[in-house]
């Protein structure tokens, strides 16, 4: 079945429907994420559908990869790969999200000291997440 969810940007210019992919969702703690606002945490869409005329704006983050966000406020939306093959959605942009749960903490070894999530979650290296698919966030 399908998991389809609603979710906008913080003002509101854009909106959009997602299908979740999966009950759990990654925290990142990658450089580049938490230079974008602080670790990440996103969950796996398998489609994201944007609302006609969303002042949606992308920058390319790296070679394979691409992040999402509103141009009118800021708020952070989507990583996905430049060919679309996967798209990660920032939890915090959906209208419902308290179902989900964090599964899976990657980059850890890019994690700084100064803070450390409470969850009990698998954790990944960057280098395991390469070998595992090269690209993810
Ligand atoms: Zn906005
Ligand atoms: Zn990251």
Redesign the pocket.
Known sequence: MTDTRKGA??????TFEADVAESHYLACHCATCRRWGGPAMAVAVSDLRIDDGA?VKTYASSDYGHRGF?A????HLFWKMKDDSMIHLWVGALESSDDLAMGVQIFIDSKPDHYAFANDTKTMTGAEVFAAATGEI
């Open positions: 940007c913080v003002c509101g210019a854009v002042p509103c009118d406020c800021g708020t």
